[in-house]
């Protein structure tokens, strides 16, 4: 038997607490939970989880921090996060996209959705690699399927997860355009409840990792009104 799949949560609230571990340990995974950025780092040095669920709105270190320390750690940056807050605003979902989250759910959410997000995730990290199309190359752009790895030249770039499935669909359809609707279907997973704006801000965090001069794109190209190719 496969070991369960283990969620570290930041949240302050205990009701929300409960939510979460009731509802996630219903459908298979293990919840550690944690009141504060700083006790989850700390627990981090010792054992990591498959999965980061990190409220914003946190008395000291707030989830933006969290975030940060976690992408900034070679041992956690490409764990997949998603950023809970009772905020509704763009700003709030925008910034914590573009400092590395994979996914947000904005407060009150239903627990179906809770459960569909946490699985597209994990489904997307655990994709399996064609073994006859390891590597996949455009210009000087190389993503090593196995290794999960993307390198420009001979420079590793630092993707996120949905920074790396997007790169590899982009490529797959070069020349092609995609829309943000199918993007958000293959990238985000088919029960994704997000809006195409979580498109633009991905795409723009990416262009700005693979491009010479990303005010300039010479490898995404933006189909106005519709969404993007790889040229």
């Known amino acids: 038997m496969s070991l369960k799949r283990n969620i570290y949560v930041v949240e302050d609230e205990s009701h929300i607490q409960e939510l ?13 939970l944690f009141l504060s950025g ?12 498959d999965m980061f669920i990190l409220d914003l709105m946190l008395p000291g270190m707030d989830g933006y921090e969290i975030l940060r320390r976690i992408r ?6 490409t764990l ?39 699985k597209a995730l994990f489904r ?42 997007l790169l590899k669909m982009l490529i797959q359809n070069r020349g092609h ?6 993007l958000l279907e293959k990238v985000w997973g088919f029960d994704y409840y997000g809006e195409t704006r979580t498109v633009d801000v991905h795409i723009r965090y990416l ?14 190209e933006t189909v106005r009104g519709v969404g993007y190719r790889f040229i």
Do not use: W
């Open 207 to 220: 262009r700005q990792k693979i491009e010479d001069d990303d005010s300039k794109p010479g490898y995404i």
């Open 72 to 77: 900034q750690n070679p041992r956690l940056k």
């Open 38 to 49: 700083e006790e989850m780092l700390l627990q981090c040095e010792n054992t990591q989880p």
């Open 177 to 182: 355009v995609l829309t943000r609707e199918l």
């Open 124 to 165: 997307r990290s655990e994709l399996p690699v064609e073994p006859n199309h390891e590597k996949l190359m455009a210009g000087d752009i190389t993503i090593d399927l196995q290794r999960h790895e993307v390198y420009k030249g001979d420079r590793k770039l630092e993707l996120t997860l949905k920074e790396f499935e």
């Open 80 to 118: 997949p996060v998603i950023l809970l807050t009772a905020r509704g605003e763009e700003f709030d979902r925008v910034l914590g996209l573009e400092l590395g989250a994979d996914d947000y759910i904005t407060k009150p959410f239903s627990t179906r959705e809770l459960q569909a997000r946490v």
């Open 20 to 32: 979460l571990k009731y509802n996630l340990e219903a459908v298979g995974y293990h919840v550690s």
